[in-house]
C-alpha cells in the first residue's frame, strides 16, 4: 500500500491522487457522509410528522431497497470507470460532456447543500445541549432567523478546521472518520437498546402508528420520496475511488454495509422520538407538533427518550454522537467535492489549476476553494440554509437518474444483464419519485419543499445555463454544447419548479388577502358600502399585482434562460461551421495536389472505388481511361535540378488538361497523370488523343515536354473493374513511350 508521504504518481505526464483509504475507511466515510444533524432534526420530527412511526419506517424501508439499485449502479460504474469525480466521470465518459455538466451542476448543488447544513447545524448543537455560550457579539435577523456573529465564528472555523485537517492529514481524516462513524453508530444503537428496554419494549404504546387524517399510501410515500435525501452522501467513495487501497470489487459490499446501517440508524432516531414525550403532552404527536415552545434537551426528541431512561449517561452518549455525526459530514462532503472539483480541473471545465495537487497527491486548492466559498454561508442564516438543502431531494433524483442512465448503456455494451435491469429500475424509480413528489403537493396539503426552494432551484438552474456560456466559451477541444435536447430538458426543469413557485407564492398571497379581508369584517362594524367596495377592490388590486409579480418574475427567469440556449447554441454553430470551413480546407488539400493543382492520388482512389460501385450495380455503360507518363525527367532533374523537373511536370501537366477539358485529371505518381473520359472528352476520344500525340511528336523533335499517352475503353460485360480498364491504358503508354524513345533516337 503506498504511503500518504510519498509524491503523487505521474502517469502520462498526469498527477494522480495518492493511495490511502481502506475498506474500514470507505465504510465509515459513506456512513458518516450519508448521516448528518439532519438525522436527528429532519428524520425524528418531519418524518413523524408526515407519517407517523410505522409510516416513517415503511418508507425507510423502501428507501433502503431503492438506494440498493442505485448502490449497484454506482459500484458498476466504480470498477469500470476507477477515475475520480463520480458520477459526474461516469456520465461523461459513458453519456457525453453535456449531460455531465448537467450532472455536475446538481451534485454541486447537493454536496453544498449537506455541508452547509451541518456546517450551520453546529451553532444549533450547542444552543441546544450546552447553552447560549456564542450567542454573543453583533446580531441581525434573517427570514425570521437571528445570526450572531459568536456563531457565524464558530460555524466558520469549524470548516476552516475541517478543512484544514483534509489538506494537510490525509490519514488523519481517515481515522477521524473511523473513530467518529463508530462512536455515533453504537452511542445510537446503545441509547435505542436500552431505552427500548427499558420503555417495555413493544408494549409500550407508540400511537398513533398512522397518522389520522391522511392516506396511509401517501405518508408512506411521502417519507419514500424523502429517502433521496436522507441517504444522499452513501456514494461519496465514488469521488474517491483513485485512493482505494482496496480491490474495487469489494465496493458493493461497502455500499450495502453504508446503506443498511445508516436505515437501522435512521429507524433507531425514529423509535426513540416516539419513546417517550413531557407529561404535558398527550402523547408523541402533541410533543413533537409543539417542539418549538421547548428548550435544551426537550428539543431534541431522541435525546428526551435517552435521558428519561438512561439519565445523564444516555443524554451525554447522544450528544456526543450528534456531535460525531456533524464532524464526520463535514469532513465527509470536504473530501468528497474537493475531489469532484479536481475531476472538473482536470478536464477543464473550470481553471485548470485547481486540479494541481501537493507533492502528497492532494487536492489542496480544491480544498482552500470549497472552505473560500463557504466560510461565508453561515451569514445567511439557518432559515436560508433549510431551503437549500429542501433542494438536495429533486437533485439527488436528477444525479440518480443520469447514473442509472450511464449504468445501464454501459451495461448493454458489456452484455451485463443485471445492471441492464438495475440501470433502467434506477431511470423508472428516480422519474417516479420526483413525479409523485408534485403529486403529492397537489392531491395532499403536505408540501415536499418550500416555496423559496423551488426558486432557489430554478435560480441555480438559470445560474447554470449562464455559466456554461463561460464553458462553452472556453471550451478548445469543442467537448461541450452538442446535445441541445439536454439544454431543453434543462430548460423544462427551470420552467416546471418556476411555476410550482409561482402557484405555491400566488396561493399564499391569496391565503394572506383572504386573512386580512377576514380580519376586517370581524373588527369592523357598520361598515359602508363604499368603505366595503374600496377594501374589497384594494385586496383585489394587491392580488393582482402579486400574481403579475409572479408571472414577470417566472417568464423572466424563463427568457434568460431561453436567451442562453440561443447565445451557446449560436456559439456552437459558429464554431461548427469554423470546423466545417477547416475540415473543407483540409479536405481540399488532401484531394488536390500541391504541385500541379490537379486532382490528386486520394482523390483518385476515391474515384476508383465510385466507379467499382457503378460497375457492380450495372449503373454504368461506356468511359475510357487515359494513362500518361512524362518522360525524360529523371534527366533533367539530374542535368538542371529538381526545380527546372518541378517545371517541366507543371508543363506536361497543363498540356493534358488542355486536351482533356471536360474530363478530371489526376496525378497518381511522381511523373504519371491520369484521365477519366466521359461525356464529350468520350465521344471525342480519338480526335483529342490524335491532337495530344501530334503535339507531343512536335516536341519531341523540338526539345519541348514529351508525354506517352495510353487509352482504354471500358468494355461492359467484359471488364470486372475499372482497374482492368487502367492496366490495359497503362500497358498501351508504355508501349507509346518505347515509340517515342525510338523516334528520338
Known sequence: MPDEGKTAENTGGAQKLSVYITPLGAIALSIGSAIGWGSFVVTGNSYLLKAGPLGSVLGILIGVVIMLIIGRNYHYLMVSHPDSGGAYTYVKEILGYDRAYLTGWFLLLAYLSVLWANMSALPLFVRYFIGDIFMTGPSYEI??????????????????LSGLVCACFKKATQFVEIIMAAVFVLGIAVCFFVSFGKSGGFANSYEPLILSGKNPVMQVATVTCMSLWAFVGFENISHSSEEFAFKRKRTFGIIVSSIVVTALLYIFVILLSVMAYPDACDNWTDYISNIGQYSGIFRVTPLFSANKYMGAVGAGILMAAVLC????????????????????????????PLAKLDGRGTPVRAIMLITGVSVLIPLAGRTAIGWIVDVTTISAALIYCFVSAAA??????????????????????????????????????????????????????????????????????????????????????????????????????????????????????????????????????????????????VFGLFALCAWAIFINHSTMSQR????????GAAEEKAYRDQLTGVKSKHAFAEKEESYNNRIGLGMVDSFAVVVCDINNLKTINDTLGHKAGDEYIRAGCMMVCKVFTH??????????????????DYDNRFELIEGLNAQVEENNANGGVVVSVGLSEYQKGIDPSFHAVFERADGLMYARKKELKGIRD
Not at 427570514?143 to 476552516?160: D, K, N, Q, R
Not at 474530363?663 to 464529350?680: Q, Y
Request: charged share 25%; with cysteine; proline share 2%.
Open 143 to 160: 427570514f425570521g432567523y437571528t445570526v450572531y456573529l459568536g456563531e457565524v465564528l464558530l460555524s466558520a472555523g469549524a470548516l476552516a
Open 325 to 352: 455525526l456533524i464532524i464526520t459530514s463535514l469532513i465527509g462532503q470536504m473530501l468528497a467535492m474537493s475531489r469532484f472539483i479536481y475531476a472538473l480541473g482536470r478536464d477543464e471545465v473550470i481553471p485548470p
Open 408 to 553: 445501464y448503456k454501459a451495461a448493454k455494451e458489456d452484455n451485463s444483464p443485471l445492471e441492464k435491469v438495475t440501470g433502467v429500475l434506477g431511470m423508472i424509480i428516480t422519474i417516479l419519485l420526483c413525479v409523485m413528489m408534485q403529486l403529492i403537493n397537489l392531491l395532499t396539503d403536505e408540501t415536499m419543499m418550500e416555496k423559496e426552494s423551488y426558486m432557489l432551484f430554478t435560480v441555480w438552474g438559470v445560474i447554470g445555463f449562464l455559466f456554461f456560456r463561460g464553458v462553452i466559451k472556453h471550451d478548445s477541444k469543442n467537448r461541450f454544447g452538442r446535445s441541445i435536447i439536454v439544454w431543453l430538458f434543462m430548460l423544462g426543469i427551470v420552467l416546471m419548479t418556476s411555476m410550482v413557485w409561482m402557484n405555491e407564492a400566488s396561493t399564499d398571497a391569496a391565503k394572506e388577502r383572504f386573512d386580512e379581508i377576514q380580519e376586517y369584517y370581524e373588527d369592523k362594524s357598520g361598515i359602508s358600502i363604499d368603505d366595503e367596495d374600496e377594501f374589497i377592490d384594494a385586496q383585489i388590486s394587491a392580488m393582482n399585482r402579486e400574481f403579475l409579480r409572479n408571472g414577470v418574475v
Open 576 to 583: 461548427e461551421e469554423q470546423s466545417r470551413t477547416a475540415l
Open 663 to 680: 474530363s478530371p485529371v489526376f496525378r497518381i505518381g511522381g511523373d504519371e497523370f491520369v484521365a477519366t473520359l466521359e461525356g464529350d
